[in-house]
């Protein structure tokens, strides 16, 4: 079943970019983004990225953090970390347990993985889903939601 506003962020494990093991509970208390986007290195998703890097301390500055999910691999993000110097956490849904999880829909008629972002405030709430596959958008619209919920 698919995330809806007002919902609760589901509590989750998964990979970082780091191999290292990521447990929800730890963006507990505080606002996050979460955006689910098709491939690491692919022109849209890079763009995506660098726009989160780029604004990344706008998010910072409101006590958000920035994660992003593809099913690419720990090792995959990790090089697309290091190539744009990207200072948020990258998850590795290799499984689609994430996608199923959050309920992010496919495009294109089922052959590419959805670009969904999702905000949630410090209570853990939904407060926004933004599905669009165009990387455009999904950065200046958190931005806006997360600062009228402040």
């Known amino acids: 079943m698919a995330i809806q506003i007002g919902d609760t962020l589901p509590h989750f494990t998964a990979t970082q970019q780091d191999g290292s093991s990521f447990d929800s509970h ?3 208390n505080k606002p996050v983004v979460i955006y689910f986007y098709p491939k690491d290195f692919t022109p849209g998703c890079t763009t995506q ?8 301390q706008d998010f910072q500055d409101l006590g958000a953090e920035v994660i992003g999910v593809s099913g690419d691999s720990a090792n995959s993000h990790q090089n697309f970390q290091k190539k744009y110097k990207l200072p948020f956490i990258l998850l590795s849904d290799d499984e689609r347990k994430l996608r199923q999880l959050f309920g992010v829909p496919t495009a294109l008629f089922g052959l590419l993985p959805g670009r969904v972002t999702y905000v949630f405030n410090a209570s853990g709430k939904c ?7 165009s990387a455009k958008n999904h950065i200046t619209k958190a931005l806006a939601v997360l600062k009228k919920s402040i």
């Not at 990225?49 to 990344?56: K, L, P, T």
């Not at 407060?127 to 596959?133: A, G, P, S, V």
């Open 49 to 56: 990225a660098c726009s989160f890097r780029d604004a990344y």
């Open 127 to 133: 407060i926004y889903i933004f599905d669009n596959l």
């Open 26 to 28: 730890i963006v507990h």
